[in-house]
T-cell receptor
């Protein structure tokens, strides 16, 4: 089955700096890669996603890059703000499948 | 669009009792729903895939007789934790995906924090 590794597990950045979270996946058949933000006790919220026919996608301060050859994808948050503090999860989905496989999560702390 | 409602948000029950958690898709039909369990500071662990009108598919290591799943309609799936024990205490969260071809991703319910005393 699919295996998704996520690094780092914790990330502390100064407000205004950038944050980068990296994920690798094992199954080359995976073709959809969403990123979720989860605040304490709340539901995961989709913040950005990318499909395998695209190498990069950007939405304001958030961007995701995908390297299919290397089977890794990354989340980039620029100009971080305290409200960006949360746990971020990457995930991967196979084209023919239905189940999302999640990474282990990254706890991001943005210090004012 | 694509709102998933989950109830209750919190429940405390006594050991040995059963607890039912509901997951509803409010503005779309969900042919497939997913049930996850999340331990503190950990990732989401898929427990089972709930398919409307058919039996749920359980992940390896998940006891189907303990975690009963019913998906009787296109908008409702339920998870019943039977004969609950303290080790079943956790955050349970459902997710729904609309029919293939619809522009719906995976939408999560708000989660249920179960405490078994």
């Amino acid at each position: 089955g699919e295996n998704v590794e996520q690094h780092p597990s914790t990330l502390s950045v100064q407000e205004g700096d950038s944050a980068v979270i990296k994920c690798t996946y094992s199954d080359s058949a995976s073709n959809y890669f969403p990123w979720y933000k989860q605040e304490l006790g709340k539901r995961p919220q989709l913040i950005i996603d990318i499909r395998s026919n695209v190498g990069e996608k950007k939405d304001q301060r958030i961007a995701v890059t995908l390297n299919k050859t290397a089977k890794h994808f990354s989340l980039h948050i620029t100009e971080t703000q305290p409200e960006d503090s949360a746990v971020y999860f990457c995930a991967a989905l196979k084209a023919a499948g239905n189940k999302l496989t999640f990474g282990g999560g990254t706890r991001v702390l943005v210090k004012p | 669009g694509a709102v998933v409602s989950q109830h209750p948000s919190r429940v405390i029950c006594k050991s040995g009792t059963s607890v039912k958690i509901e997951c509803r898709s409010l503005d779309f039909q969900a042919t497939t729903m997913f049930w996850y369990r999340q331990f503190p500071k950990q990732s989401l662990m898929l427990m089972a895939t709930s398919n409307e009108g058919s039996k749920a598919t359980y992940e390896q290591g998940v006891e189907k007789d303990k975690f009963l799943i019913n998906h009787a309609s296109l908008t409702l799936s339920t998870l019943t934790v039977t004969s609950a024990h303290p080790e079943d205490s956790s955050f349970y969260i459902c997710s729904a995906r609309g029919p293939r071809g619809a522009n719906y991703g995976y939408t999560f319910g708000s989660g249920t924090r179960l405490t078994v005393v």
